[in-house]
């Protein structure tokens, strides 16, 4: 396995935030196209709903970021939208270059939850209305993934839900740079998941990256987002 290495440097609020650090850059240590893609069959919306409300015994492969930060954990929740377009979409964005955690990466809507949100769900809406202007009520909630600690100290429960029609988005400048959707079907492929290693003080680090090029730009999907969408293609094979 060869594996990039960093020098050491004080504690950051992201991998993102590590001077010269480019998630690009990181050598390609393997690729999953071995594992089985997600059935177009079951990336349809009626069967994702029916996997959510159908019980099933499974595991999730990512859980928990090494640490590179001191604070305190914090509770926080993210929407994974899927948008039914000719195939299902999953409605993610660009993070803003200036942002104090995760800057310029590719998220999914969501944030640190509020003492106000009497639950995650609640979190994960809110967030997606302030980011991108998204009303609460043009979203069927399936329910949750499990959760998913990031090496920046946030404690994230992915809330999985699917748009109804006549959504809109009114993006907001401060903290969203783009707003776009990549298919549900290239995430839920293997095939398309690459694995990236490096050494960071003296900690080996790994992640997933699942590039996607929608004839505009390439979107970089990787790090703790990439990780939740392994989760859920764990989630969609189990059986």
Do not use: C, K
């Not at 990031?150 to 809109?168: E, Y």
């Not at 293997?190 to 590039?211: D, I, T, Y």
């Amino acid at each position: 396995m060869r594996t990039a290495r960093v020098s050491a440097t004080p504690t950051i609020n992201s991998l993102s935030s590590l001077p010269g650090f480019d998630p690009h850059s990181v050598p390609v240590v393997g690729i999953d196209a071995h594992l089985p893609p997600v059935a177009p069959a079951e990336l349809t919306l009626p069967a994702l709903r029916a996997r959510f409300q159908r019980p099933v015994s499974w595991e999730p492969e990512l859980l928990d970021e090494p640490r590179f930060t001191d604070r305190s954990p914090a509770a926080a929740s993210v929407l994974v939208a899927i948008v039914e377009r000719d195939e299902p979409m999953v409605l993610l964005t660009q993070r803003t270059a200036h942002l104090s955690t995760h800057s310029g990466q590719i998220a999914f809507p969501g944030g640190r939850q509020d003492p106000h949100d009497h639950d995650l769900t609640v979190t994960a809406l809110r967030e997606a209305q302030e980011e991108i202007g998204l009303q609460p009520e043009f979203v069927d909630v399936l329910g949750t993934l499990p959760i998913y600690r990031t090496g920046s100290a946030f404690v994230v429960t992915p809330v999985v839900g699917l748009l109804r029609s006549g959504f809109s988005f009114v993006r907001n400048p401060h903290e969203v740079d783009e707003i776009f959707e990549v298919p549900l079907a290239f995430l839920m492929n293997p095939a398309n998941h690459r694995r990236h290693a490096f050494e960071w003080n003296g900690v080996q680090r790994e992640w997933l990256s699942m590039p996607y090029h929608d004839g505009i730009a390439e979107r970089y999907v990787w790090g703790a987002t990439a990780g939740m969408l392994r989760n859920f293609y764990r989630f969609l094979v189990a059986r």
